[in-house]
């Protein structure tokens, strides 16, 4: 089945520096990748969409000079958290649409999350 | 305005028993309902989806029954296990076709079953 990795899965930083989280589907081309952010006991927050070759649309309320989205390749898609500090600390989710097995299925797969603590 | 009303916030249920949770939505347009499970820090996981043509799908000890003129869907698990034990979200997306990915989410209800 499809499969999308989400590396790194935990990242500890120093206030002020700026953290890269890459999501890559592994055995599919993703025509489009999203990213969430996720608070504990909370549903995913939609941060961003991104399709490949072009730029990033932010949801309302998501900085989108300081979260930096980059849909470089059919495959890979990054998120930079710029200027980090402690608020931004959370749990970080891409998603990648494409790997569905039926023609036009609506089929996103998630990659494990990445935990970012900011010092 | 939450277009996916999702609940119980939380449930428990005794193993054996059955699970269920509902979600309501707003949008006619959506044309498609997942279910994901997600573990404490992990992603998401596809569990199991419908589109408004069929009234149920099953696999397994997973159903989903659905009411488009209510619209209203719901998971049901049958034969509840400790290892259930997760936080379910459903969600719904529109349009149809491979572009249509966005989903919007319930708030999730914290499944725990007990010995």
């Known amino acids: 089945g499809a499969v999308v990795s989400q590396h790194p899965s935990w990242v500890i930083c120093k206030s002020g520096t700026s953290v890269k989280i890459e999501c890559r589907s592994l055995?599919?081309?993703?025509?489009?990748m999203f990213w969430y952010r996720q608070f504990p006991k909370q549903s995913l927050m939609l941060m961003a969409t991104?399709?490949?070759?072009?730029?990033?649309?932010?949801e309302q309320g998501v900085e989108k000079d300081k979260f930096l989205i980059n849909h470089a390749s059919l495959t890979l898609s990054t998120l930079t958290v710029t200027s980090a500090h402690p608020e931004d600390s959370s749990f970080y989710i891409c998603?990648?649409?494409?790997?569905?097995?039926?023609?036009?299925?609506?089929?996103?797969?998630f990659g494990a999350g990445s935990r970012l603590t900011v010092l | 305005q939450q277009q996916v009303k999702q609940s119980p916030q939380s449930l428990i249920v005794q193993k054996g028993g059955i699970s269920i949770i509902n979600c309501a939505y707003e949008?006619?347009?959506?044309?498609?309902f997942p279910w994901y499970q997600q573990f404490p820090g992990k992603g998401p996981a596809l569990l199991i989806a419908?589109?408004?043509?069929?009234s149920e799908k099953k696999e397994g000890r997973f159903t989903i029954s659905f009411n488009k003129s209510a619209k209203q869907f719901s998971l049901h698990i049958m034969d509840s296990q400790p290892g259930d034990s997760a936080t379910y979200f459903c969600?719904?997306?529109?349009?149809?076709?491979?572009?249509?990915?966005?989903?919007?989410f319930g708030k999730g209800t914290k499944l725990s079953v007990i010995p």
């Open positions: 055995d599919f081309q993703a025509t489009t």
């Open positions: 969600a719904a997306s529109r349009g149809g076709g491979a572009g249509s990915y966005q989903l919007t």
């Open positions: 998603s990648a649409g494409g790997g569905g097995s039926a023609a036009g299925a609506n089929v996103l797969t």
């Open positions: 949008n006619t347009a959506f044309d498609y």
């Open positions: 419908i589109r408004p043509d069929v």
């Open positions: 991104s399709n490949e070759g072009s730029k990033a649309t932010y």
